[in-house]
């Protein structure tokens, strides 16, 4: 089951310019993180959302956790080529005993031309 | 070493052989994790292990057998695969805090790119 949607799935941008990212399910989560995956890599946690309706920011980069705690968003301003890669959100199911489970979206590939 | 280490980074296997793959976490984290990633798929959960006992088996065949001798280390023994297996298998740890809290913050290793042949 596919609990966790990412839109857009490639984005090819020029530096510079600002995107976002999205995140949506129909399910509750108790926490959501972003990771960064590069070719040949694992992925590289960045953030984790616990409120619904906060709001962090990593430097150039928004995150933002939606109030129903089902949906969340990435921001980047000023996209920069070295912020090329597989962007994953992840979400803990809600619940009584998460048992460590962690779900991935299929990812937002993003490519920022120089 | 820091973090999380699998190996090897690169397998080619027969589908009649056995192999095993390694991860080993240095981060002192209690949770352990075996993920499938192959393209134009998500990430897929396979084995959950909290405090060494295995706490989800996600409908996984049973060619790939997980076994967490310790909280440090997490193995993934493989054979007869399919060619379909071939992936890249990613290991994970995290500090699995219980009573419901939800949050669960993966560290990953570099993973092991597998081709079955």
């Known amino acids: 089951t596919q609990l966790l949607e990412q839109s857009p799935q490639f984005l090819s941008i020029q530096e510079g310019e600002n995107l976002t990212v999205y995140c949506n399910s129909s399910s509750v989560f108790s926490s959501l993180q972003w990771y960064r995956q590069e070719p040949g890599e694992g992925p590289v946690l960045l953030v984790t959302?616990?409120?619904?309706?906060e709001v962090k920011k990593l430097k150039r980069l928004t995150f933002q956790f939606g109030d129903a705690r089902k949906d969340s968003s990435l921001h980047i301003t000023a996209a920069q080529p070295g912020d090329t890669g597989l962007y994953l959100c992840?979400?803990?199911?809600?619940?009584?005993?998460?048992?460590?489970?962690?779900?991935f979206g299929r990812g937002t590939q993003l490519t920022v031309w120089p | 070493e820091t973090g999380v280490t699998q190996t090897p980074r690169h397998l080619v296997m027969g589908m009649t052989n056995k192999k095993s793959l390694k991860c080993e976490q240095h981060?002192?984290?209690?949770?352990m994790y075996w993920y499938k990633q192959s393209a134009k798929k998500p990430l897929e959960l396979m084995f959950v292990?909290?405090?060494?006992?295995?706490?989800e088996n996600n409908s996984v065949p049973s060619r790939f057998s997980p076994e967490c001798p310790n909280s440090s280390h997490l193995f993934l023994h493989l054979h007869t695969l399919q060619p379909e297996d071939s992936a890249l298998y990613l290991c994970?740890?995290?500090?699995?805090?219980?009573?419901?809290?939800?949050?669960?913050?993966?560290?990953f290793g570099q993973g092991t790119r597998l081709t079955v042949v």
């Open positions: 994970a740890s995290s500090q699995f805090i219980g009573g419901g809290t939800g949050i669960v913050e993966a560290f």
């Open positions: 981060l002192g984290h209690n949770a």
């Open positions: 959302v616990v409120t619904g309706g």
């Open positions: 292990y909290n405090f060494k006992e295995q706490t």
């Open positions: 992840a979400g803990a199911p809600g619940g009584g005993s998460t048992l460590g489970r962690l779900y």
